[in-house]
């Protein structure tokens, strides 16, 4: 097999920041070797690879480039293909040079898949724009940390205390008071803003604001404000405060939050989060996977005409159904004689999508609220046929009031929810940490698989549940539950934590 090797920028750190042809070169790799910078989350778009990582400040021991060229080429050797994943963009400052040089001398085929690169992302992500029509029509981009050994600098830092234009100094923690001093040496205002950034786009981002001559001591010692710090200096650095002060403003701003829903709900929660400025984690506990049985729903389909109802209690049982009807060539008008029910809005809208709109849903969204509806609603149960579309396990409280109705009651599975077997290394990582504000649990068997995969370090966290009955299930597990919505539906369930911020 002909070798190759992706080299891939992973960006500043957020992993929605990576470009989609990396996340294609992830998606086609055997193995990935990835640097301490980047997000773990971005081994998500690899998860038939081989993870390696080589190296993280303060975690584990930092690979030496050559050994990380020598794993790069023993996998590429074998036939595999090959990420190299890297922080921020190959080609700034990532020594990506030593790896080409290597490729191209072993004849391995190779692409430079640039990312964001942590200038650029730290001036966007603190409301800094590094050029300005007034203040600086030029960047430079400087390290803080050259090679060891060197005989001598090769950054000119007099010529740089006049740069017409912005700095941006990377690595320049450990070094600070060496470049802060070269470039007042070299006639550059003491006064001259800066802003230093820390582990940006990422929700314990930070940002000082000083001048050149309190760099030092804002820096020193280290641990102060670890690394990874990117340095704005010049006038622009005192446009950012005017734009933080806003993005602080944002209801969920600097909260870290866990979904745990199926990964495809997860995304539309996700995207609420950020939208209220907070930093969403999706942890999924359960899973979502399709039934390869189709024979009940076509039982069902087989016998519209004598049913009166067809309830959905999740979105995830809309499109099986229908796009079964597709394939057996039926259109939409065979529901006409049956009334439709939804548990909750957001499934109402989803089978708008399909030209359906329903008849019943309850005011607050949850299995217990559509039996009470029922009960007004049915004059005469023994005469009517209910088919509920479920997953395989979840409440029994809707069929089971049904049934002691006097309702026929037919129950058909349209998909199977199945728990995650591995705890996520991203979350588990923050719990540990104690950086994970809150957990959102949004039903009863993802609260059972939370305390199996996790057990009681989710109290290090705070949880939100989306329903009571989901909240007693965490309580019985010897959780404590914080909030819980009402009504039982996300929006609600955000809101609730805005309120708790």
Known sequence: MKPYVYLIGSGPGDPELLTLRGAAALAESDVVLYDGLSNPRLLDHAPQ???ICVGKHGHSRIWKQDEIIAEMLRHAREGKTVAR???????????TAEEVDALLEASVTFEIIPGIT????????????????KFASAVALVTGHEEPGKAESAIDWNALAKFPGTLVIYMGVT????????????GMDPSTPVALIRRCSLPDQRAIHCRLSEVTERLTPAHRFRPPVIAI??????????IEKLRDQLPLAGQTIAVTRPRDQAESMAA????RGGYPIIAPAIAVEPIDDFGEIDAVIDNLDQTHWLVFCSRNGIAPFFQRLRQRNIDVRRLAHCSIAAVGERTAEALQYFGVFCDLVPDDFSSAGLADAFAEKLDHPADTHVVIFRANRGSDELPSRLKSAGVKVDEVVTYLNTDSDHPDPQMQSLLEEGKLDWITVTSSAT?????RLYGTSLNRSRLAALSPKTAAVLTDLGLTVDVTADPYTIDSLLNALERKR
């Open 233 to 242: 200096i010049g006038k622009v650095a005192e446009l950012a405060e005017p």
């Open 49 to 51: 690879a081989e993870h």
């Open 447 to 451: 609260a059972r698989n939370l305390h």
């Open 118 to 133: 942590a200038a650029l992302a730290a001036g966007s992500y603190a409301g800094i724009p590094i050029t300005h029509r």
């Open 175 to 186: 070094t600070a008071s060496v470049w802060t001093e070269a470039l007042i040496s070299g």
């Open 85 to 95: 994943l890297k922080g921020g963009d190959p080609a700034v400052f990532a020594r």
């Open 272 to 275: 609420d989060i950020r939208a």
